[in-house]
């Protein structure tokens, strides 16, 4: 069952006027084709780290577990007593269920002013020349024995995977070269831009800078990112919490002598009054 802040299959009551939306993929295993019922656009505003550069216009988009994006819906046009779905047109490698593939509804109630604009221009994001990167490392994210590895390696909280000097750019090449899963990597402290998926370019909506990436069945992803701008040991994993488990995490640290995060125990949180 799909929930939405908590509820199941909700229905939002909308004016005729532009709304602005921060989606969430908060799920354990399972990714999203988001797409509207009546075939319109999502204007795509912003990615994990905020606002991309300028509003692009897409049918549809792949959402992995933790990655967020920003988009406007415009019910200006629609007539009041209009209903728009959010659907879910599925991916690969997900179990489909009665009702998996509508989210939620929204019912357009009454008529709203809408003065409102969508600047062409949101906000710089310097580009980073991959001639700046001085060194390029790969990671490849398989199954082996039963378990979900890196590099053909399970999780060892002693082992450090990739030692970036403060400052340095790097290209991450990430790789799945399997049809059985996908993987939405997630890197600790940084924010990377995309440069290409399979050789060709990202899609409209992830050319902004991003900490997800989802790395599709028999896809190789690169990013680019300047490392800081802390020192110390973070994490780099799959944020398919199975898969994570399994032991599909490993750990970078960014110079010398910065603070682990191992270094404080867990606490359990306080319980919540009744």
Known sequence: ????????????????CKYRFRVLNGS?????????????DFIMIGTDAG??????KVKNFRL??????????????????????LRNLGLPNNRNYDGTNQIMRFDVVRREPDNSSI??????????PESSAVRTREFRYQRSNGLWV????????????????????????LSNPSGAAFHPIHMHL????????????????????????????????????????NTGKY????????????????????????????AVAAKPLPAPPL
């Open 150 to 173: 890196i590099n053909g390696k399970v999780w060892d909280n002693m082992r450090i995977d990739a030692n970036p000097r403060l400052g340095d750019v790097e290209i991450w090449k």
């Open 51 to 56: 606002l991309m550069s300028a509003p692009v």
């Open 119 to 128: 600047p062409s221009r949101l906000r710089t994001i310097q580009p980073i």
């Open 235 to 262: 994490m780099s994993h799959c944020h398919n919490a199975v898969h994570e488990d399994h032991d599909m995490m490993n750990q970078f640290e960014v110079g010398r002598g910065g603070r682990s995060p191992l």
């Open 28 to 40: 354990i295993s399972r990714s999203y084709n988001l797409a509207l019922s009546n075939g319109d």
């Open 1 to 16: 069952m799909i929930l939405v802040n908590g509820a199941p299959w909700p229905r939002m009551e909308v004016g005729t």
């Open 190 to 229: 940084i924010d990377c831009l995309m440069l290409d998926r399979n050789g060709k370019p990202p899609f409209p909506y992830e050319r902004g800078l991003k900490d997800v990436f989802y790395v599709g069945e028999n896809e190789t992803v690169r990013v680019i990112g300047k490392f800081g701008a």
């Open 64 to 85: 992995g577990m933790a990655e967020r994006y920003e988009f406007i819906i415009d019910f200006s046009k629609y007539p009041v007593g209009s209903q728009v779905v």
